[in-house]
């Protein structure tokens, strides 16, 4: 007996049959005996829908309506998984993020987790062996009592919050793949399924773009030693050997794992903007100049690379952001254009990152030069590069993405047999 946290996503609740398909889940572990809390994401394609309708009723809306908006569609989902459990005979209640409270920074939209009281939902385990049912994504802001949320992506960490809060044994997170692969297994079919990631290499694959966990998740996890457990929704329910490991990976401390690869796995993403600055007076202040406004403007800035000038008069700089903040980091440096002392500025929105993660790196040296020359025989033109102890990332034209990421994936020896 134990406690768990089971987190399903979008499509694993996508159509009233799939929540009973859920329900059935629970009911297993409930039937085995745990305290079960779950927690549930928006219906695929909800969130994106709502998002859509906040942008129609004005592009420049409230951030706080903005939430009140997109927080609806856990709202949803919780209510129906909570009915499909009762209807199974399972006690359940469904419960909003102002309710449990998950109380949360006031970064409308991308709100930070401060703090969960699970002493609520541990004395309903107790007293009634109830289910916790928690709408994901969602908290409140306790000084204004306004509705937050936490980014795109923001169930996964709520549930290991939650799994935290309430001390759980496990945080399982039940998606529509089996688990975290060398890289997406949508574009390479050949990836293969990793049984145990370490929390750092996750951070890194999860930030550079593998989307199957949200990055502050796996912080969480790390910072409170929660064993998340990836795996799918999709098996059914009755086919499971509640005995058996189930297929799936576990991310976990590095000291779990005995034999780690130099190469652990390979994340892209195409959500990338290039913004090169050009003649620059090369003295110092320059970088304070471009990136304090980009700061201000809470502009997530990437790779930066800066030359050495020749003449030590004037230099180039050029840093990638998220694309969805591409026209506003252009608007603040042209602003910024007199303080800065710049002659001109270039930009370019099809490019991509592609990051090569593992812990290996450490200790190995030479594994990014393999990929320069591997890129190179495939004519792939690399645009600025950065490393760090565990991943090197490049940039390079989107059209080649998942050409890279396969040769990429095929060099450090990550198909499937
Ligand atoms: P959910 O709706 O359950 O939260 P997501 O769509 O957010 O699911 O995340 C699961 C998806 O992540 C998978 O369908 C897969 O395409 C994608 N993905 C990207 N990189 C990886 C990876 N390395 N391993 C597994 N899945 C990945
Ligand atoms: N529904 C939210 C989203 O689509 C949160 C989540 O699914 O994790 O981003
Ligand atoms: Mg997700």
Same mark, same amino acid.
């Given at each position: 007996m134990g406690r768990l946290v089971m987190k399903f996503g979008g499509t694993s609740v996508a159509n009233i049959e799939r929540i009973h398909n859920v329900a059935r889940h629970v009911k297993r572990e409930v039937d085995a005996g745990h305290d079960v809390a779950v927690v549930v994401s928006a219906m695929s394609g909800k969130t994106n829908e709502l998002v859509a309708w906040a942008s129609a009723a004005s592009p420049m809306h409230d951030a706080r309506e903005y939430d009140a908006v997109v927080a609806s569609g856990e709202q949803i989902t919780s209510g129906l998984l909570a009915i499909a459990l009762q209807s199974l005979g399972v006690q359940a209640r469904s419960w909003q993020g102002w309710q449990i409270p998950i109380q949360t920074s006031d970064a409308h939209a991308s709100a930070r987790i401060l %703090?969960?009281? %699970?002493a609520e939902l541990i004395k309903r385990f107790k007293e009634r062996k109830e289910v916790a049912v928690v709408a994901g994504f969602q908290g409140i802001h306790e000084a204004t009592g306004r509705i937050t949320t936490l980014g795109r992506g923001g169930s996964d960490t709520s549930a290991v919050a939650i799994a935290a809060a309430i001390h759980a044994d496990r945080c399982d997170i039940y998606t529509d793949v089996d688990g975290v692969y060398t890289t997406d297994p949508r574009v390479v079919p050949k990836a293969k399924r990793l049984d145990k990631v370490a929390f750092e290499e996750m951070l890194e694959l999860a930030s550079q773009g593998a989307k199957v966990l949200q990055v502050r998740s796996v912080e969480l996890g790390m910072v409170h030693n929660v064993r998340v457990f990836v795996r799918s929704s999709f098996e059914k329910p009755e086919d499971i050997d509640p005995h058996g490991t189930p297929p799936g990976t576990l991310i976990c401390s590095e000291e779990e794992i005995v034999e780690s690869q130099v190469v652990t796995g390979i994340a892209f993403s195409k959500d990338e903007a290039q913004i090169s600055v050009r003649h620059i007076e090369d003295k110092p202040g320059v970088a304070a100049a471009i990136f304090g406004p980009l700061a201000d403007a809470s502009i997530n800035v990437d790779m930066i690379v800066q030359n050495i000038s020749p003449d030590g008069k004037t230099t180039d700089l050029t840093f990638t952001v998220p694309a969805s903040d591409y026209n506003r980091a252009r608007d603040t440096i042209e602003k910024a254009r007199d303080k800065i002392g710049y002659k001109t500025m270039d930009s370019a929105t099809d490019v991509a990152k592609v990051s090569v993660i593992g812990i290996g790196m450490r200790s190995h040296a030479g594994v990014a030069a393999q990929a320069f020359k591997a890129l190179s025989e495939r004519n792939i033109n690399i645009r600025a590069i950065t490393t760090s102890e565990i991943k090197f990332s490049l940039l390079i034209d989107a059209a080649y993405t998942e050409l890279a990421v396969r040769t990429l994936h095929t060099l450090y020896g990550l198909d499937q047999a």
């Open positions: %703090g969960i009281d %699970g």
